[in-house]
């Protein structure tokens, strides 16, 4: 099955329409990513809170160097006091970068499809008369085996794939992300595959460094203390901004060394953050746990897997702006009822209310309504395919014919007529008799049901 987002190099030439070159991937992107540098990086929607964790960073940082570590120099026999400020502004230099890599990469976005799978043991066939077989439901849920156990993958609507195990829907990105930890706010993206090392590297270099900056301002107390021969009190009053680091660094490390010992915990159990707060493996077995030796060697000692997307490639010209193609006679695992995983990364609706509504097409990007004009006759959209049309018969029922434009019906059971003919034999409706086409129709349907 073809994705949108296929490898192809930067300059594979693809052109759009009228000679004109294709956009790339990043461009028509259908997440709610932000890409810099021509789609070299990629980030989360809420990507500038990632300048007030930088500031977090560097503002501390910048008071300690001139107000502490500067004191220092003269302090230590042979130079050794400007290695002082060395290490802190290599720790934060290093720090930064683990930040940029935690959250200015791909984490593991699976590519979305542009039409659902085909359901298992489907081999294409119709009935004779080129009628559609009646439509088939795709699963909700499928069984795979890892590591012996059986692990259950759900179906995403919004991607019309199966997410492989370990994957989940990000709301706030709009994607499906392979080993989804969590969305991290001050990171500004997903935590997944390709850059959990780095979020837990930059997390626990921030960590050292609070540490850092805090035993370092006690000894510059220490020393004032000693060379004026004074109590801790009178020594404090003389560094005020070595009081201002202590007490921010002390309540920092709460947070981030927290937060350090818990995803150390993970690591060594081989859990995400997801699992741990949604399945809590301690009641049930683990199909991922490979041992706390195995399970640290996974995270950080081996390859990090290249990324599914080249989001710099250029959209392929048969791939670009098409209209919806029908399903093939296939229904979403949710047609028919109310949406309500909070993993969706759209509004929960009921399926083929979007039909009815202005709405954005999920694969095309292009908007699909129904629209009124001036003699009241209901006109459909070129990109909608089919409609859903509510009848009510005699005994009070309500049947539903479901109108697919430019197709064959599904063939009714027993001696039943189809739909089709009353709905295509009735005449255009004029001014002031917009309800015809409706009137028809239940007509017809009361008489079936006599």
Not at 24 to 37: A, D, E, P
Not at 114 to 123: H, L, V
Not at 282 to 306: K, Q
């Amino acid at each position: 099955m073809q994705n949108v987002q296929m490898n192809r190099t930067p300059g594979s030439g693809a052109e759009g329409p009228a000679g004109t070159m294709a956009p790339r991937v990043y461009q028509v992107w259908k997440g709610n990513n932000v890409f810099l540098l021509n789609g070299r990086f990629i980030f989360g929607p809420d990507v500038r809170s990632l300048f007030l964790t930088i500031f977090l960073i560097l503002a501390p940082v910048a008071i300690f160097c001139v107000f502490v570590a500067r004191k220092l120099i003269d302090k230590f026999p042979h130079h050794w006091g400007i290695s002082i400020t060395v290490v802190a502004v290599a720790f934060t230099l290093y720090d930064l970068c683990l930040l940029l890599l935690a959250s200015g990469r791909d984490p593991g976005i699976v590519p979305r499809n542009t039409s659902p799978p085909e359901p298992e043991g489907y081999d294409g066939s119709v009935d004779a008369g080129g009628v559609q077989t009646p439509q088939l439901r795709l699963p909700r849920m499928k069984d795979v085996i890892v590591n012996g156990i059986i692990v259950k993958i759900k179906y995403c609507d919004t991607c019309m794939l199966y997410r492989p195990p370990r994957c989940s829907h990000c709301s706030i990105c709009n994607n499906c992300v392979e080993r989804f930890d969590h969305h991290c706010p001050w990171v500004g993206q997903c935590i997944g595959q390709r850059n959990y090392r780095f979020f837990y590297m930059f997390v626990f270099t921030t960590t050292l460094l609070c540490f850092y900056v805090f035993a370092f301002c006690w000894v510059y107390i220490k020393k004032i203390m000693d060379a004026e021969e004074s109590t801790i009190w009178k020594a404090m009053g003389k560094t005020p901004a070595s009081i201002v680091l202590i007490i921010y660094t002390f309540i920092a490390v709460w947070f981030v060394g927290g937060l350090s010992v818990f995803h150390l915990y993970l690591i060594g159990t081989n859990q995400t953050t997801y699992e741990n707060f949604r399945y809590r493996y301690d009641r049930r077995a683990n199909p991922y746990n490979l041992g706390v030796v195995a399970n640290f060697r996974e995270i950080f000692f081996t390859s990090i897997p290249p990324s599914k997307n080249n989001f710099r490639a250029r959209v392929p010209s048969d791939l670009g702006l098409q209209p919806r193609q029908s399903t093939g006679g296939f229904m979403s695992p949710n047609m028919g009822k109310g949406i309500g995983d909070i993993e969706m990364g759209r509004k929960a609706m009921a399926w083929g209310e979007h039909e009815a509504a202005s709405a954005i097409d999920i694969e095309t990007g292009l908007p699909r309504e129904a629209i009124h004009d001036k003699a009241g006759r209901l006109e459909e959209s070129p990109f909608d395919s089919d409609r859903i049309i509510p009848v009510e018969v005699s005994d009070g029922r309500l049947m539903v014919a479901h109108h697919r434009r430019r197709s064959s019906w599904g063939r009714s059971s027993g001696n039943r007529e189809t739909l089709q003919q009353p709905l295509e034999s009735a005449p255009a409706p004029k001014n002031g008799d917009s309800n015809r086409l409706d009137t028809n129709v239940v007509q017809d349907t009361s008489s079936l049901s006599r």
